[in-house]
């Protein structure tokens, strides 16, 4: 059974600094990696996919990485602001949206 | 654009009433699906469509029930509530169920608790 792990649970760092938010799973048989962004009280809205055949994707000042046959991937955020403060997950899938596997999140806090 | 709309956004119910949680989305999407979850656990599908009329169990189904009359409207209905299944629950549409084209919509979650 696939299990996905986000570590650490919470962060939280001062405004300005780049930070790495990193994501583990047991089994490389993925056909994708998605990483979340979760606001208090919102639901799940996605910011960067990975399919398995790609080692990196980029938006704006975020970029996934996923080293398939390792199971990881992490996500960077250059220069931290305080809007950036949400709740992070990871979901890794086989194909199909109905056999995606969540990581618990990592909280990040950026501090003014 | 209203997008995937929840209700109600919070419940508290007793041990063994039943309720129904309330997801409807405008965007003509033909998967749906509810997802559980709880502190320090990832997401949680409980139950799936992939249109008006198919429905399918996902992960931890036990004590949920659903129904797909229409494309818009995926009720989640608790049939004897306990209290572990206090939990926020999310529903979540796409315009497939194939993930790496179909990113998923989520909707703002509904926090239940049982006493």
């Known amino acids: 059974k696939q299990e996905v792990t986000q570590i650490p649970a919470a962060l939280s760092v001062p405004e300005g600094e780049n930070l790495v938010l990193n994501c583990s799973f047991t089994?490389?048989?993925?056909?994708?990696l998605q990483w979340f962004r979760q606001d208090p009280g919102k639901g799940l809205t996605s910011l960067l996919l990975?399919?398995?055949?790609?080692r990196e994707q980029t938006s704006g000042r975020l970029n996934a990485s996923l080293d398939k046959s390792s199971g990881r991937s992490t996500l960077y955020i250059a220069a931290s602001q305080p809007g950036d403060s949400a709740t992070y997950l990871c979901a890794v899938s086989r194909g199909n949206n109905n056999d995606m596997r969540f990581g618990a999140g990592t909280r990040l806090t950026v501090k003014p | 654009n209203a997008g995937v709309t929840q209700t109600p956004k919070f419940q508290v119910l007793k041990t063994g009433q039943s309720m129904t949680l309330q997801c409807a989305q405008d965007m003509n999407h033909e998967y749906m699906s509810w997802y559980r979850q709880d502190p320090g656990m990832g997401l949680r599908l409980i139950h799936y469509s992939v249109g008006a009329g198919i429905t399918d169990q996902g992960e931890v189904p036990n004590g949920y029930n659903v129904s797909r009359s229409t494309t818009e409207d995926f009720p989640l209905r608790l049939l004897s509530a306990a209290p572990s299944q206090t939990s926020v629950y999310f529903c979540?549409?796409?315009?497939?169920?194939?993930?790496?084209?179909?990113?998923?919509?989520f909707g703002a979650g509904s926090r239940l608790t049982v006493l």
């Open positions: 979540a549409s796409s315009s497939g169920h194939f993930s790496g084209a179909n990113v998923l919509t």
């Open positions: 089994d490389s048989a993925i056909y994708n």
């Open positions: 990975i399919q398995s055949s790609q």
